[in-house]
């Protein structure tokens, strides 16, 4: 099986649309869709290979939008799920949320 996100990158990273005080960050993600696919697992976490943050699911082929990052460092994957079967990650990337 194809792994997604060979090619896998954060679209944007921007401040809230109302936020008086520090807060989440709105992040988009994206990856290469895997032909078949019926969905995808995106796995976010504060460290290398972790899943602390979201392991979560989205029938979007290519992109999921997470809204809950607080300003630091994250280390994400994708994995596509193809006749039921969860497929390898995709390659760790990471992004830095920047402070509000």
Known sequence: MRRPGARGRVLSTGAPLAAPSPGPTPVTFAWDAVGGASYYMLEIGTSASATNVTNTTTGRPDLALVYHLFPGVYYWR???????????????????????
């Open 78 to 100: 994708v994995r596509a799920v193809v006749a039921g079967v969860l497929g390898s990650p995709s390659d760790e990337m990471v992004v830095h949320v920047p402070a509000a």
